[in-house]
């Protein structure tokens, strides 16, 4: 079994390789105005472009009417945390980073640029942010590294006048609660009794448990643990940690209300769910500890490129679900199925943030998706193309009621503005994708 699961990461590693060298990267930008002759540059240039510019000038609401800005969002990273390969750098965080926009353009129809920036510090970072922001609807930041990455956040948001999410937080966090909400429809257990471990306080876990919180779990029900162990106010660097990563402080004072301590396996004991977001290498989470946990146990082992648990171990143990987040697994856990309709909705609400009411409504609208859930079918795939402009009008709609959009409209307005927008988008990708010579 392990065998046969390694040989497929290492034929998807050629085909990767392969599809670089031929494409020399995987995204372009076209003109999507017609060229019939250099004399259309006088409308699309100088000397008319300047009456656009003296429009918006005079009211600056009408650069989302009259540019690209109302579609387009900045993929902002710092190579630290890049997949699960670590530090890389900017240079050698590209390649992620084009796929990131192909997927925000293919399933949202979302024009999305990715910026690799080489800054030392997080002044730095936000400065660049701020600096680059008129030309963008939305940020959306990409493997950072923990606890930076919530810094960033969290101050970005403060500052900008525009959505800013961590997809590695916020992303991931959505798609998890999805499909636990699918998991527990299963199972039949409720969100307000079941007590749940996340494995690795990391930036999805630690966004999950706020965001699971939000969405009516109770935090007293959670334990996290992270590589020095269980997480309890008592531990020995809980003062260290007041000061170096208070996120993760705060998260071990306000969970473990039976203030669990010792052995990792302590945690699983009688646990009904593990969220584990750790070491990628099969074995981490150990077929005793699922043994140990309540009836129905769900596993999600989330680690990249290779789950903490290959899932028929874990079913053999006797996980009642299992999901991953590879494609070759039932019950992947991308958030590839979030990211794309959430910034689909939050650029047509023309929205100035995104919270967590907002996110517990996405992940709610992706778990009601999946109209014929069964243990190997929690989540929708990305292959249900449908999803995303329900997603968007979900979200479009949640901002509005939050006093966020710009824009306003009905859930229907929003889902017709969503599907004409990506299905156009697709129309645009079939047909060149037709062309056999178009590469």
């Given at each position: 079994m392990i065998m046969r699961d390694s040989e497929k990461t290492?034929?998807?590693?050629?085909?990767?390789?392969?599809i670089s060298r031929k494409y020399k990267g995987k995204i372009r930008i076209l003109p999507k105005v017609p060229i019939n002759s250099l004399d259309d540059f006088s409308s699309l240039y100088t000397p008319g472009i300047a009456e656009v510019s003296r429009q918006i000038k005079n009211n600056d609401d009408l650069v989302?009417?009259?540019t690209g800005k109302w579609n387009s969002v900045a993929i902002l990273t710092d190579g630290t945390r890049v997949l699960g390969l670590g530090n890389v750098g900017t240079h050698a965080s590209i390649?992620?980073?084009?796929?990131?926009?192909?997927?925000?353009?293919?399933?949202?129809?979302?024009?999305?640029?990715?910026?690799?920036?080489?800054?030392?510090?997080n002044d730095e970072f936000i400065t660049a942010a701020r600096a680059i922001e008129p030309y963008f609807g939305?940020?959306?930041?990409?493997?950072?590294?923990?606890?930076?990455c919530f810094f960033l956040l969290e101050n970005l948001q403060k500052q900008m006048d525009i959505p800013v999410w961590h997809d590695d937080q916020l992303g991931t966090a959505s798609i998890t609660l999805a499909g636990i909400i699918n998991s527990l429809r299963l199972v039949n257990k409720k969100k307000e009794d079941v007590r749940i471990v996340f494995n690795g306080a990391g930036a999805a876990n630690i966004a999950a448990i706020y965001l699971f919180e939000a969405a009516?779990?109770?935090k007293e029900n959670m334990v996290v643990i992270d590589s020095h162990g269980i997480l309890e106010p008592e531990r020995e660097d809980i003062d260290s940690l007041m000061l170096k990563n208070p996120w993760k402080y705060h998260i071990a004072l306000e969970t473990n209300r039976e203030r669990i301590r010792g052995n990792t396996d302590n945690a699983f004991r009688g646990a009904d769910i593990i969220i584990s977001a750790s070491k990628s290498e099969p074995g981490t989470i150990k077929t005793d500890w699922i043994k140990s946990m309540n009836r129905d146990p769900i596993v999600f082992a989330l680690a990249n490129p290779l789950p903490e648990i290959w899932p028929q171990d874990a079913i053999s143990a006797g996980a009642r679900i299992?999901?991953?987040?590879?494609?070759?697994?039932?019950n992947q856990i991308n958030n590839s199925l979030v990211f794309p309709g959430v910034f689909r909705g939050v650029l047509d609400a023309r929205?100035?943030?995104?919270?967590?009411?907002?996110?517990?409504?996405?992940?709610?609208?992706?778990a009601d998706y999946v109209s014929d859930i069964s243990y190997?079918?929690?989540?929708?795939?990305?292959?249900?193309?449908?999803?995303?402009?329900?997603?968007?009008?979900?979200?479009?709609?949640?901002?509005?009621?939050?006093?966020?959009?710009?824009?306003?409209?009905?859930?229907?307005?929003?889902?017709?503005?969503?599907?004409?927008?990506i299905g156009s988008n697709r129309k645009i990708y079939k047909k060149l994708f037709n062309e056999k010579d178009g590469e």
């Amino acid at each position: 079994m392990i065998m046969r699961d390694s040989e497929k990461t290492g034929d998807y590693n050629k085909i990767a390789m392969e599809i670089s060298r031929k494409y020399k990267g995987k995204i372009r930008i076209l003109p999507k105005v017609p060229i019939n002759s250099l004399d259309d540059f006088s409308s699309l240039y100088t000397p008319g472009i300047a009456e656009v510019s003296r429009q918006i000038k005079n009211n600056d609401d009408l650069v989302y009417e009259l540019t690209g800005k109302w579609n387009s969002v900045a993929i902002l990273t710092d190579g630290t945390r890049v997949l699960g390969l670590g530090n890389v750098g900017t240079h050698a965080s590209i390649p992620v980073m084009e796929g990131k926009a192909l997927l925000f353009n293919y399933l949202g129809g979302v024009n999305a640029v990715p910026i690799p920036l080489n800054v030392k510090n997080n002044d730095e970072f936000i400065t660049a942010a701020r600096a680059i922001e008129p030309y963008f609807g939305g940020y959306n930041l990409e493997d950072i590294e923990s606890p930076r990455c919530f810094f960033l956040l969290e101050n970005l948001q403060k500052q900008m006048d525009i959505p800013v999410w961590h997809d590695d937080q916020l992303g991931t966090a959505s798609i998890t609660l999805a499909g636990i909400i699918n998991s527990l429809r299963l199972v039949n257990k409720k969100k307000e009794d079941v007590r749940i471990v996340f494995n690795g306080a990391g930036a999805a876990n630690i966004a999950a448990i706020y965001l699971f919180e939000a969405a009516g779990f109770k935090k007293e029900n959670m334990v996290v643990i992270d590589s020095h162990g269980i997480l309890e106010p008592e531990r020995e660097d809980i003062d260290s940690l007041m000061l170096k990563n208070p996120w993760k402080y705060h998260i071990a004072l306000e969970t473990n209300r039976e203030r669990i301590r010792g052995n990792t396996d302590n945690a699983f004991r009688g646990a009904d769910i593990i969220i584990s977001a750790s070491k990628s290498e099969p074995g981490t989470i150990k077929t005793d500890w699922i043994k140990s946990m309540n009836r129905d146990p769900i596993v999600f082992a989330l680690a990249n490129p290779l789950p903490e648990i290959w899932p028929q171990d874990a079913i053999s143990a006797g996980a009642r679900i299992v999901a991953t987040g590879r494609s070759d697994f039932p019950n992947q856990i991308n958030n590839s199925l979030v990211f794309p309709g959430v910034f689909r909705g939050v650029l047509d609400a023309r929205s100035k943030g995104v919270n967590f009411r907002v996110m517990v409504a996405a992940s709610q609208a992706i778990a009601d998706y999946v109209s014929d859930i069964s243990y190997d079918k929690i989540v929708p795939t990305m292959d249900d193309l449908n999803l995303f402009p329900e997603v968007a009008a979900t979200v479009a709609r949640k901002t509005v009621d939050e006093g966020l959009a710009r824009k306003t409209d009905s859930r229907e307005g929003f889902l017709k503005t969503a599907t004409e927008i990506i299905g156009s988008n697709r129309k645009i990708y079939k047909k060149l994708f037709n062309e056999k010579d178009g590469e």
